[in-house]
Structures are given as structure tokens and as C-alpha cells.
């Protein structure tokens, strides 16, 4: 059964420190790795990553996949309170393109 | 405009009872999913329609059963309700079958008492 694992399971940090969250995974013909932010509501759109070691970055996040040692991170720098979110690690596999989601990292970014 | 709705918002039922929700998307998408998210925030697939035709049903009891009457409506009904279906279920469209971005509706937060 395809596996993702996220770490750590949840986070506090203060307004201004650099995160990293992780995403592994153990699955059957992977196909991309998809990263997501929920706040109250719908899961939004944050990268997709297909390809080793090209970094994907928007403002303050990016984002970087390493397909030989199966895992992708997640980097915030100088971390705001809207930052404050579950982020989602997805991984797209199989002919049928089953997106498999993670269990999560609950960051709390505190004043 | 909402690009992928979903109604309604929230549902409070009884043991037993039967419900659907209804979902639509306006993105002219192909492909549409139910997830369903539990209280730990675990979202995880239940169906996938690609322009009305079924290509991803995991093992999800029969008592839900998704309907898809054009490409840009995905309905899920579910019978017999039981406590264990009280989540929230989240639509989700994407543009293509393959990997890509899914758009995903505000949820739907189910209560079954």
C-alpha cells in the first residue's frame, strides 16, 4: 500500500524563524509529489515536483524533491502568523493518477 | 465565482439515515474526486470520475455510492448512515487525468449523531 509519511507531526514556532517541514513516501510508480497549505477550509495549491533537485520556490517558500531518497521538504523562511496551517504532502502515482495524501504538519507561528 | 461547490456546508443527521452532497465545478475540468478528511486532518481518496466514468473507487463500504451526471457535477450519497461517517468530505477537480493541480471545494462537514 502506497505510504507518505509527514514530520514532524505539528510545530510552534515565533514570527520570524525558518521551518522545514519533511514528506516521505513508500509507493508504486510515483509520478509527482504535490504540496498544499489548509488553513480553515480547502486544502490550496502550494508546488508540484517531478523532477530531483530542482527547487520550486514562491516568495518565501520553496520546495525541493529528492527521488532517489524518496522524500521532498519544505522550507518557509522568516515565517509570519499566516503562515500558521496544516500543510499536506501529496504523492501522485499509478496510471489511474492517485493522489495520496500525508498525514500532515500542524505549524503554529506565534508572536 | 466558486470555481468547485459543494453543498451543503454542513449536515447534521441521525444513525441511519440516508444523505447526499452535491458538488459542482465550473473550471471546465475533467477529472473530479471525493476525499474524505477525518478529525486528525488525514485526507483520503474515496472516488475519482474522469468525464463520467468511474477510475478510482477505493475500499469504501457500499453504502456511499457517487454519481456523476456530466462532467461538472460529482454527487455522493450515502446510506445507512453510522457514526464513523462524521468528517468532512472534500470535492476536488483537476484539469487532466494525470498529475496536475486539484482545485478543491470548501468541504462539506458531516455530523451523524
Known amino acids: 500500500e502506497d505510504k507518505v509519511v509527514q514530520s514532524p507531526l505539528s510545530l510552534v514556532v515565533h514570527e520570524g524563524d525558518t521551518v522545514t517541514l519533511n514528506c516521505s513516501y513508500e509507493?508504486?510508480?510515483?509520478?509527482?509529489l504535490l504540496w498544499y497549505k489548509q488553513e480553515k477550509k480547502a486544502p490550496t495549491f502550494l508546488f508540484m515536483l517531478?523532477?530531483?533537485?530542482i527547487e520550486k520556490k514562491s516568495g518565501r517558500l520553496s520546495s525541493i524533491l529528492d527521488k532517489k531518497e524518496l522524500f521532498s521538504i519544505l522550507n518557509i523562511t522568516a515565517t509570519q502568523t499566516g503562515d500558521s496551517a496544516v500543510y499536506l504532502c501529496a504523492v501522485y502515482t499509478g496510471t489511474a493518477s492517485k493522489l495520496t495524501f500525508g498525514t500532515g504538519t500542524r505549524l503554529q507561528v506565534t508572536l | 465565482d466558486t470555481a468547485v461547490s459543494q453543498t451543503p456546508k454542513y449536515l447534521v443527521t441521525q444513525m441511519g439515515n440516508d444523505k447526499s452532497i452535491k458538488c459542482e465545478q465550473n473550471?471546465?475540468?475533467?477529472?473530479m474526486y471525493w476525499y474524505k478528511q477525518d478529525s486528525k486532518k488525514f485526507l483520503k481518496i474515496m472516488f475519482s470520475y474522469n468525464n463520467k466514468e468511474l477510475i478510482i473507487n477505493e475500499t469504501v463500504p457500499n453504502r456511499f455510492s457517487p454519481k456523476s451526471p456530466d462532467k461538472a457535477h460529482l454527487n455522493l450519497h450515502i446510506n445507512s448512515l453510522e457514526l464513523g461517517d462524521s468528517a468532512v468530505y472534500f470535492c476536488a477537480s483537476s484539469q487532466v487525468r494525470g498529475p496536475g493541480e486539484l482545485f478543491f471545494g470548501e468541504g462539506s462537514r458531516l455530523t451523524v449523531l
Open positions: 509507493v508504486t510508480n510515483f509520478r509527482s
Open positions: 473550471l471546465g475540468h475533467d477529472t
Open positions: 517531478t523532477s530531483s533537485g
